[in-house]
């Protein structure tokens, strides 16, 4: 069975600090691939980054960067220098190429002070 | 407009009543899916569909029937609202001949159940 833990339900910081939203998941299956969503308070969910099992090369785009790490089975976010416009729920999920639908987290509640 | 749809966007019925949530994605996608949005629980599916008359139950089904007769179209509908179906549900698509796995989100219904 496939499963995504996050662990954080709310984190809190001021702007500028950088934070990092963990993410750690199960799957039996050998090829799946990783997702993060930012939920922000109007509702939508906006689609952040795929990542597939076969490649954990980390990626950085911009202030945001992911660490893929096979070995400990998590995919952790992270986000340089935070704005109050990263205030958001945000979301990782996990689908294998044995099923159809993701299976999320229940989500990390980031508040963004000024 | 192209993209994914959902119809309404905000609703409030009575326990007991019967509801449909409409989804309308202009993609072609022919994989579609429910997920209900539960503080605590992240995203959970419902159901989903591979193609037009072909549906499946997901992790929550008890209380939900769904129909897709046009790909295009994949309405849920409540048979008799109980409160413990108060809300946020999301709509998704997916193109399985793309190997990404990545789901395409409706704007999400806001239902409440009184």
């Known amino acids: 069975a496939q499963k995504v833990t996050q662990a954080q339900t709310e984190i809190s910081v001021v702007e500028k600090e950088d934070v990092t939203l963990d993410c750690v998941y199960e799957?039996?299956?050998?090829?799946?691939?990783l997702f993060w969503y930012k939920q922000p308070p109007s509702g939508e969910l906006v689609f952040l980054i795929r990542?597939?099992?076969?490649?954990?090369q980390n990626e950085i785009s911009g202030r945001y960067s992911w660490n893929f790490q096979k070995s400990t089975s998590s995919f952790n976010f992270t986000i340089t220098a935070s704005q109050v416009v990263d205030s958001a729920v945000y979301f990782c999920?996990?689908?294998?190429?044995?099923?159809?639908?993701?299976?999320f987290g229940s989500g990390t509640r980031l508040q963004v002070q000024p | 407009d192209a993209g994914i749809t959902q119809s309404p966007r905000y609703k409030i019925t009575e326990t007991g009543r019967q509801v449909t949530l409409m989804c309308h994605q202009t993609?072609?996608?022919?994989?579609m899916f429910w997920y209900r949005q539960d503080l605590g629980h992240g995203l959970r599916l419902i159901y989903y569909s591979a193609a037009a008359d072909i549906t499946d139950k997901g992790e929550v089904p008890d209380g939900y029937v769904v129909s897709r007769s046009k790909t295009e179209n994949f309405p849920l509908t409540l048979e008799s609202a109980t409160r413990s179906q108060t809300s946020v549900y999301f709509c998704a698509s997916r193109d399985p001949d793309r190997a990404t796995y990545e789901q395409y989100f409706g704007p999400g219904t806001r239902l409440t159940v009184t």
């Open positions: 993609w072609s996608h022919s994989y």
């Open positions: 990542r597939n099992s076969f490649d954990e």
């Open positions: 799957t039996r299956d050998t090829t799946y691939y």
């Open positions: 999920a996990l689908v294998d190429t044995g099923r159809r639908a993701l299976t």
